[in-house]
């Protein structure tokens, strides 16, 4: 499972993430987190290797930052909601529809 998380981290690309609209962004934020929500439901918790992965690939990413501001405001988001240094309600200890309306502000149907 861990393998699987690390993969869609490693999906999150500076191109389409800094170009979406808030719209696709927000769509595609539902998308990231109902995946990761299924790998939790599958018994994935977040650990010091997983905070490790991240930490290891926002460094390998943050040489776009300087070009691509958005793209680096994004995935500072994602990533400290994955590796909950965030402030509540955090995405591993809440259901996934209350987490997505109180912080994303997405109404899950």
């Not at 393998?3 to 539902?30: R, W």
């Not at 994935?44 to 997983?50: A, E, K, T």
């Amino acid at each position: 499972m861990i393998n699987e998380l690390q993969n869609l981290i490693l999906e999150l690309e500076v191109i389409p993430l800094s170009t979406m609209s808030e719209y696709d962004y927000k769509n595609f934020i539902l998308t990231f987190f109902t995946k990761v929500d299924e790998l939790k439901s599958g018994g994935l918790r977040i650990d010091d290797s997983l905070k490790k992965f991240i930490d290891k690939r926002y460094y390998e990413v943050s040489e776009y930052f300087d070009e691509n501001p958005i793209y680096e405001e994004r995935i500072q988001d994602i990533f400290t909601e994955l590796t909950e240094f965030c402030s509540p309600p955090r995405f591993w200890d809440t259901p996934l529809t209350k987490y997505m309306l109180q912080k994303w502000g997405i109404e899950i149907n």
